[in-house]
């Protein structure tokens, strides 16, 4: 019913920049919000952006000032513009959409995640 397809991810150099795409398909009534969480191994996951139906945007302080997130909501995506990329943003990106179907309270629906490596 409901796809969440994310892309944009790869390998990039300290200072470099990178682009995430989130794409939410299907049966969909409404969409709330939209975001990323990543994830590192042997850390909890953690909220780096995310931005409601009305604009508002929130940010992981570990990101704020290089992160954006923007949305197109006649399409149903968001994109994170990722800026000044540290080692320390390496982890795995896992876009969400939290939105209603008919006849459904709100819940979360994850794409599949993108491998984000910043390396020299």
């Known amino acids: 019913q409901v796809q969440v397809v994310e892309s944009g991810g790869g390998l990039v150099q300290p200072g470099g920049s990178l682009r995430l795409s989130c794409a939410a398909s299907?049966?969909?009534?409404?969409?709330?919000?939209m975001g990323w969480y990543r994830q590192t191994p042997g850390k909890q996951r953690e909220l780096v952006a995310s931005?409601?139906?009305?604009?508002?945007?929130n940010y992981a302080d570990s990101v704020q000032g290089r992160f954006t997130i923007s949305r197109d909501n006649a399409k149903n995506t968001a994109y994170l513009q990722m800026n000044s990329l540290k080692p320390e943003d390496t982890a795995v990106y896992y876009c969400?959409?939290?939105?209603?179907?008919?006849?459904?309270?709100?819940?979360?629906?994850w794409g599949q995640g993108t491998q984000v490596t910043v390396s020299s």
């Open positions: 969400y959409a939290y939105l209603n179907i008919l006849y459904s309270s709100p819940s979360n629906y």
């Open positions: 299907g049966s969909i009534f409404s969409i709330y919000a």
């Open positions: 931005i409601t139906s009305g604009g508002s945007t």
